[in-house]
T-cell receptor, first 115, second 117 residues
Framework: AQKVTQAQTEISVVEKEDVTLDCVYE???????LFWYKQPPSGELVFLIR??????QNEISGRYSWNFQKSTSSFNFTITASQVVDSAVYFC????????????FGSGTRLQVQP | GAGVSQSPRYKVAKRGQDVALRCDPI?????LFWYQQALGQGPEFLTY????????KSGLPSDRFFAERPEGSVSTLKIQRTQQEDSAVYLC???????????????FGPGTRLTVL
């Protein structure tokens, strides 16, 4: 069975603060893919990043960075110098190449960035 | 290019009515997925198509839910005799390949918010 846990239900920060969103996953597969999506109030899920299990190199994209730790089954997401436009619900998701081809999502973390 | 589109964006139905939700995937995308997102939750898988073939419908919650993709492009999710527990956002996603390419990604539409009174 697969599972994704996002323990932080809601986070509130003030603009320009750094914030980290946690994601812990469970799977028995040795090959798997991890994703982060952003869901703004408009409702559409916006793809942010995809990470393969065999590539543990961390990634930075502008103010966004991701820390993949296989040893702790975590794939955390950090926003540096947060902005009001970052306010959204963020979902971590998992997919494996065997069986169901769909994504397994966590319950999401609502981020509110106050001006 | 155009993304995934869904219609209607909002649907209000009286309990017992049938509804049909439409998804237009990105042109040329082989795979199509339907998800159900309850309020405050992450999306949950309903069903999966590869071209016109429905390969996985294990997530459909009851036999009142039916999905089709007859020509391998547009898909319709139909819910018969709607119940209040069917109220949710229904998301459609498409992916370019059948899943063999390890770097493929699902792209989502804006969803249809269904409210059953």
């Amino acid at each position: 069975a697969q599972k994704v846990t996002q323990a932080q239900t809601e986070i509130s920060v003030v603009e320009k603060e750094d914030v980290t969103l946690d994601c812990v996953y469970e799977t028995r597969d040795t090959t798997y893919y991890l994703f982060w999506y952003k869901q703004p109030p408009s409702g559409e899920l916006v793809f942010l990043i995809r990470r393969n299990s065999f590539d543990e190199q961390n990634e930075i994209s502008g103010r966004y960075s991701w820390n993949f730790q296989k040893s702790t089954s975590s794939f955390n997401f950090t926003i540096t110098a947060s902005q009001v436009v970052d306010s959204a619900v963020y979902f971590c998701a998992l997919r494996t190449p065997t069986g169901r081809r769909a994504l397994t999502f966590g319950s999401g973390t609502r981020l509110q960035v106050q001006p | 290019g155009a993304g995934v589109s869904q219609s209607p964006r909002y649907k209000v139905a009286k309990r017992g009515q049938d509804v049909a939700l439409r998804c237009d995937p990105i042109s040329g995308h082989v795979s199509l997925f339907w998800y159900q997102q309850a309020l405050g939750q992450g999306p949950e898988f309903l069903t999966y198509f590869q071209n016109e073939a429905q390969l996985d419908k294990s997530g459909l919650p009851s036999d009142r839910f039916f999905a089709e993709r007859p020509e391998g492009s547009v898909s319709t999710l139909k819910i018969q005799r709607t119940q209040q527990e069917d109220s949710a956002v229904y998301l459609c996603a498409s992916r370019k390949t059948s899943g063999g390419a390890r770097t493929d990604t699902q792209y989502f539409g804006p969803g249809t918010r269904l409210t059953v009174l």
